[in-house]
């Protein structure tokens, strides 16, 4: 059961994706991830990127988030995330796109989000491309936390020199590594 922890939206119940080919967030995973930014989240912008069911970017809209970008390439993850957006009474604060994460990115064009959550399939092995992915679109300002969720102890980010791997956490067998521009 995936539920959001505090805000507006506090104790809605979210539905998640179906099959073993998904792996939603823990809920200790994600009360640890916002413990860390709770008292940053009021009108910030955040971009949920492999979206699933949006439950880390509707909790960053609960606790206080001006806008949630959500992007998924599966229509079954997007109609989720919309369905779960409606009933926490969170959706019109969102933009759900049904596009792959590359495309994107390269289509970017807006302003620096402050807040990104990466979580790909686990076996996609791609956070450090993502990454530099992100850097290059212009998504990423001089302020935003890129918050990285793999089943890696490391996430080497020395092939990218402008970012460092600032903090990291982890959550039984989920790591979270929390990345910055230097």
Known sequence: MMRIIT???????LE?????AVRPTTEIAKEGLFSSIQFE???RRVLDLFA????????????G?????????SAAAVDLVK??????????????????????LKGFSGDPFDYIFVDPPYDMNAMVEIIRKLLKCGC????????CESNQEELDVSALPEVENAKRYKYGK??????KLV
């Open 140 to 147: 990423v300002g001089n302020h935003t936390w890129i918050f």
């Open 52 to 63: 699933g069911s949006g439950q880390l970017g509707l909790e960053a809209l609960s606790r």
């Open 7 to 13: 805000g507006t939206a506090r104790g809605i119940r």
């Open 65 to 73: 988030a001006a806008l949630a970008v959500f992007v998924d390439s």
């Open 83 to 104: 369905k779960n957006a409606r009933k926490a009474g969170l959706f019109e604060r969102c933009r759900v796109l049904h596009t792959d994460y590359a495309a994107y």
């Open 174 to 179: 989920t790591y979270v590594h929390a990345v």
């Open 41 to 43: 989240m009021e009108g």
């Open 16 to 20: 998640s994706p179906r099959g073993d």
